[in-house]
């Protein structure tokens, strides 16, 4: 007759992550690919050029004006009377002197020369107009 051993089960201590390493990458692409998406809650089509694209890391006040000629402040809306305490406070609550204005390109240009001459007018002289990136097409001549 056979005799039956004693076995004894004990507890795996090891952790499977790889089921965690796949799950941490999946969530890191969807990051990478929807961050640049939310630099801006206020849709506007900027006006596009060729010049230098400002550096990302810039700091400042946002100030947006969108084609149904809303007054928004680091994406905050406000009225044209309260433009500049809301704008000082802004910039007070940064620390910053900069301000970087974006503009619909539908917006009329007398809107946009308003607002700069009240900023003017409270002595901020750093002002960065912000434009989109216009792709150089190399197949089409300036002649035409």
């Known amino acids: 007759m056979r005799r ?4 004894s089960y ?16 999946v969530l890191l692409i969807v990051f990478m690919i929807s961050a640049p998406l939310l630099q801006s ?8 050029t060729r010049a230098a694209v ?3 890391e810039a700091t400042g006040v946002v100030i947006t004006l969108d084609a149904k ?9 406000t009225r044209l009377e309260n433009f500049e305490s809301t704008l000082q406070e802004e910039m007070q609550k940064k620390s910053t002197f900069s301000v970087y204005l974006r503009g619909d390109s539908t917006v ?9 001459g009240r900023m ?5 002289d750093a002002i960065g107009l912000v434009t989109g990136h216009e792709e150089k097409d190399s197949g089409r001549r300036s002649g035409k």
């Not at 039956?4 to 076995?7: D, I």
């Not at 004990?10 to 990458?25: E, Y």
């Not at 809650?41 to 596009?48: A, F, K, Q, R, S």
Request: aromatic residues 6%; glycine residues 10%; charged residues 25%.
């Open 4 to 7: 039956l051993r004693n076995r």
């Open 10 to 25: 004990h507890a795996v201590a090891d952790i499977n992550i790889a089921n965690l390493v796949d799950v941490v990458l």
């Open 41 to 48: 809650g206020i849709e506007i089509d900027l006006p596009e």
């Open 54 to 56: 400002l550096d990302e």
């Open 69 to 77: 000629g809303g007054i928004y402040v680091n994406d905050v809306w």
């Open 108 to 116: 009329a240009y007398g809107a946009a020369i308003e607002l700069i």
């Open 120 to 124: 003017k007018e409270m002595g901020i």
